[in-house]
């Protein structure tokens, strides 16, 4: 029984240690060292490559190297192989760090202040109190609901927007495409934390930014197709957004000439919100091969009919 590693080589020597230390009755191989292709059960990829049927007649579980599963034709995939997620408790700790730092840099205005110091000005603006200040959360899943978990201690006015009901500390949960703009027009600061399906992709568009409240803060940890990029430009430069942090574009990385880059009212990083963390991810796949040998469903196991 083997695992064939394809994901980033920079990393397959960790895992290849935690697995054989945490799982050793699994080989582990890295491709393309494939061996007898038969004998590969369990492949960890973040994109793998086509024809898988054909090429692993034996695979069962292909484990995805992220959160995210966008990346992934969910339609070519064979029906007989389960997709899961390798994320984790410490995986969504990380990203509510982001997330905090998003949320306190657009509430404390460190964006202008940054501009500021960029050219020579002192210049104290007014606080917000925490209690004042609306913070939303798009997408209360795994790593939504850690960051909104997070965020209540330090006193915001808190709510969420989900397709199904969640609890939501402290506030309301908005649900479904129906309470949609109700939810952005109290948001002060919304932060995007949703997967890309087709349902989701351009959801930040003119018509959803324009329900926010005039010069509202975005975060997008998503991803980039989230977000129609010409639309937040529009409403930055006309100041219906005030300020925007983004870890995730359209094309990553940015063409040199992508006017996000070197705008005073927006923060870029290059897609680092979070990551798999390699022991929290090897606990997912021996969890599995215990519900896999009694028979129960798979941890973080993704619904192709949602598409997460
Ligand atoms: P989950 O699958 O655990 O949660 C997704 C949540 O979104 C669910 O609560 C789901 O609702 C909700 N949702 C899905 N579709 C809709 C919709 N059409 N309308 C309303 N709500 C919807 O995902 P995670 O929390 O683990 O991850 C979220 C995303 O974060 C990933 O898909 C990835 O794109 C991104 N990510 C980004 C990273 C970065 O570094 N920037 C790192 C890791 C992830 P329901 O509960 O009803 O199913
Ligand atoms: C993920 C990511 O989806 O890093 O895991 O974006």
Redesign the pocket.
Known sequence: MCILYMADPADAQKWRECLSSMAPELEFRQWPDVGNPAEVRYLLAWEPPGNLAEQFCNLRVLYAA?????QFDLASLPSQVSLV?L?DDS?AGI?AEYVLFAVLALHRDILAYQQDQREGRWQPRPIVLASQRRVGV???????RVALGRLQPLGFQLSG????L?DVPGGRCYV?PGQLDEFLAQCDILVN?????P??KGILNAARLACLPHGAGLIN???GAHLVEQDLLAALDEGRVGGAVL??LAQEPPSPNNPFSKHRRVLLTP?????VQVEGGVAVIVENLRRESEGMPLLNLVDRS?G?
Do not use: Q
């Open positions: 992220g959160a995210g599963v966008d997620r994320v995986m990203m798009m997408g209360l899943g795994t790593l939504g927007w989900n397709r199904s969640k479904g934390m949703l997967p890309l399906t349902e989701t940890v998503g991803r870890d995730v897609h680092i919100a979070s990551d949602k997460y």
